[in-house]
């Protein structure tokens, strides 16, 4: 276990001579390190061919992302030798080259952190017999999609919601002012030249193995998205039942072509309910509140299923180029989503909290049980 303090400032403690420093080295012979976990991990792994985990938890802006960088590219290094120094370095380049990617679309600028982490992963790093490293798999989890519809005072909405106004094809998907789209808050109060984060996203997405075509659709979605939030409903006449408005209708052309779906079903989509039972079609028109709800889901669900997609592509790019059979061990390194504050009793946070406090009690208990005198 280790406690450590982000000093919100580089250190000179992570160099290539502080990773010489900790490798196979007597952990009482120096000082606590993130190095030193990992040299530990890496090391109980070949003594005891069972499998390893480490959890990396805090709350927003304790360095959770950094530390983890770090547990990796040490562990990886300590996988190296001559014959394995090209796949070594390789993954780890390909690790650190999806990073910004996995920021982008993850994370947010909240009251604590201007780069909060706002979803949980866990990266798997697969070995050989040989204690080679083949390969890693990225697992995502607890995406904190309420975020896309709705931000805390002073919080932002995920950061590649706004990078993608800087798109060569913005004005064509409709991106023409970040202020004209109700889902977007707290706009300009990051400093950091969006222009060229969205350059690197761009060149991540290259990295992972999307096409042109691939990228313009996951652009098309995303804004597809922000467009969502525009849409306004209102009565039909004396009835209950929720419409678009007229001054929406912009809005639901535009969603229609990006996602390029028919503009009819998409209205009918918000505004109707459709259940089939024993054959027979029911249909139900939403009443105002429930058609919010409904645009509301629709927007989240968009958002994490596309989530999702680039984590299945990632995974493509780290996958062991050797059969599986052939993996002996894994080491993971579980990375909690960040917990600012439940003000607004968020379920996402509530589940974050529970779930954060249940790994940190179950790691804590296990290495007392397993390292009493430790």
Same mark, same amino acid.
């Given at each position: 276990i280790l406690v450590a303090v982000n000093p919100f400032k580089q250190l000179p403690i992570y160099t290539r001579e502080w990773q010489l420093k900790y490798r196979q080295a007597i952990k009482t012979d120096h000082p606590p390190h993130i190095y030193a976990i990992g040299d530990?991990?890496?090391?109980?792994?070949?003594?005891?061919?069972?499998?390893?985990?480490?959890?990396?938890?805090?709350?927003s802006g304790a360095g959770k992302t950094e530390s983890a960088k770090f547990l990796i590219r040490h562990i990886v290094d300590l996988s190296s030798n001559t014959a394995a120094e090209t796949v070594t370095g390789s993954l780890e380049k390909k690790i650190l080259?999806?990073?910004?990617?996995?920021?982008a679309y993850g994370n947010a600028q909240t009251v604590m952190n201007d780069n909060s982490s706002r979803f949980g992963k866990y990266t798997e790093l697969v070995f050989d017999p040989q204690g080679h490293v083949m390969g890693a798999k990225i697992s995502e989890y607890l995406l904190e999609k309420s975020r896309v519809v709705r931000q805390q005072d002073g919080e932002q909405n995920f950061h590649l919601l706004y990078y993608i106004f800087n798109a060569p094809e913005a004005r064509s998907m409709g991106l023409d002012d970040q202020a004209q789209f109700q889902f977007l808050s707290n706009i300009g109060a990051v400093d950091c030249d969006e222009q060229a984060m969205y350059k690197e996203v761009v060149a991540a997405l290259y990295d992972v193995g999307f096409s042109k075509s691939e990228q313009d659709q996951l652009f098309h979605t995303l804004a597809s998205v922000l467009h969502f939030g525009n849409i306004e409903f209102g009565s039909a006449g004396h009835s209950d039942a929720a419409r678009v408005d007229e001054e929406s209708t912009?809005?639901?052309?535009?969603?229609?072509?990006? =996602?390029?779906?028919? #503009?009819? @079903? &998409?209205?009918?989509?918000?505004?109707?309910?459709?259940?089939?039972?024993?054959?027979?079609?029911i249909k139900k028109e939403h009443d105002i509140p429930t058609a919010y709800d409904v645009r509301d889901a629709a927007a989240k669900a968009i958002y994490g299923r596309v989530f999702s997609w680039l984590i299945t592509k990632i995974n493509n790019l780290l996958a062991p180029e050797s059969d599986r059979r052939e993996v002996k061990n894994t080491i993971g390194i579980l990375g909690t989503s960040s917990v600012d504050s439940c003000?607004?009793?968020?379920?996402?946070?509530?589940?974050?909290?529970? =779930?954060?406090?249940? #790994?940190? @009690? &179950?790691?804590?208990?296990?290495?007392?049980?397993?390292y009493p005198y430790t």
């Open positions: 530990w991990c890496f090391s109980n792994m070949l003594s005891s061919s069972q499998d390893q985990c480490c959890v990396v938890s805090g709350e080259q999806v990073n910004p990617l996995l920021e912009d809005s639901l052309l535009k969603i229609a072509e990006l =996602l390029q779906v028919d #503009v009819v @079903a &998409l209205q009918q989509a918000l505004q109707v309910a459709i259940n089939i039972t024993r054959g027979e079609t003000r607004n009793d968020r379920c996402n946070d509530r589940c974050s909290s529970v =779930l954060t406090a249940g #790994v940190c @009690a &179950l790691a804590f208990s296990t290495t007392i049980l397993l």
